[in-house]
């Protein structure tokens, strides 16, 4: 005897199941004109992917391939038993909720990055960097060195900072030093 729970999950499930071959197509097409477009930039290739990925939740409410069944109504073409739906939903949250967690501590090593982060004041920056922070960016954005940091990174959307490991200052030339302000610069452009 299947609870509304069971027949909750086999709904779910079902619909996963009978949406995939309709996901799989949407993406091979995607696939297809992002090759037919060329050297498209990395914006355009985004905004394709990006689409493609917000159409995903409207496929359910496409018809499904399906047989017809009594009374000319469309039975979906997989059926889930009921005793597979609830650990099928399980184990998708078991997964769904690691990368949750993979998520939230990554938040929270940026968190702690951006706390241990120092300003590097304005007048020891060159010029030419002075210049890309004011041409290049509507957004007021720090520069900052941080003794966590290995690499250059760009942190924050609301309050964007370039994170600049501290041998950067001593080691870099001043054209090195543009060119990796440059580079994260446009990271926070695409934010």
Request: aromatic share 6%.
């Amino acid at each position: 005897m299947n609870t509304a729970m069971q027949v909750v999950a086999q709904n779910v499930v079902a619909g996963v199941l009978n949406s995939l071959p309709t996901g799989i197509g949407l993406a091979i097409l995607t696939a297809v004109l992002l090759r037919l477009m060329g050297q498209a930039s990395a914006s355009a290739r985004f905004a394709m992917w990006f689409s493609a990925l917000a159409a995903l939740p409207l496929l359910a409410f496409l018809h499904a391939p399906g047989v017809k069944g009594s009374a000319n109504q469309v039975q979906p073409g997989i059926n889930v038993p009921g005793s597979w739906a609830i650990p099928a939903i399980a184990l998708w949250a078991f997964i769904a909720g690691g990368i949750l967690a993979r998520i939230v501590a990554g938040i929270g090593r940026i968190s702690k990055i951006r706390r241990s982060c120092v300003p590097i004041a304005q007048e020891s920056l060159p010029g030419r960097v002075l210049e890309l922070l004011s041409s290049r960016s509507p957004r007021q954005v720090e520069v900052c060195t941080s003794k966590l940091m290995q690499v250059p990174a760009a942190v924050g959307l609301f309050r964007p900072a370039i994170v600049l490991p501290e041998w950067a200052l001593n080691d870099l030339s001043p054209d090195q030093f543009s060119a990796v302000i440059s580079h994260e610069l446009a990271h926070l452009q695409r934010w």
